[in-house]
């Protein structure tokens, strides 16, 4: 395998991938992740179960020494009409909330304009206000400044 590496890089360069994501703190926040290209910032959660009986983390990060401009927008992963809150948090301050109250253009007509100070924990929670398992997601994308 060595020497294959040493052959083709592009084994290399999905072994140096490999080894840089191992190293990244997702022991600290491992539901979701602060990601930039250049100027441009984003955070997926991806699809979390959530119920009525307890709150589910949906991401958790914290921004470096620059400013975010951007959008938070709170999904429902599947067509439902149960209803769903959301939760903004900067530094453990709620910051903004969202109740869902049919699923349908629900995203659109809730995204959030938001500005995130430099240094900032950043928590989105959600969680049913109705009884059974949803299954929603958060997106925070934004730019740099």
Avoid: C, W
């Amino acid at each position: 395998m060595a020497d294959l590496q040493d052959q083709d890089p592009l084994v290399a360069k999905v072994a140096a991938a490999r080894a840089a994501s191992s190293r990244r703190p997702d022991e600290k926040f491992p539901t979701g992740r602060l990601n930039q290209i250049g100027k441009h910032v984003y955070a997926y959660s991806g699809p979390i179960p959530t119920t009525d009986s307890a709150s589910s983390n949906l991401l958790t990060f914290v921004t470096s020494s620059s400013y975010i401009v951007g959008t938070f927008t709170p999904y429902h992963g599947a067509e439902t009409t149960q209803n769903m809150q959301f939760t903004l948090y900067f530094n453990d301050t709620q910051i903004a909330q969202v109740s869902s109250r049919e699923a349908y253009d629900f995203a659109r007509a809730n995204a959030i304009h938001i500005l995130i100070p430099p240094y900032t924990k950043v928590t989105v929670d959600a969680i049913g206000l109705e009884s059974g398992t949803n299954s929603t997601s958060a997106v925070i994308v934004g730019e740099v400044f």
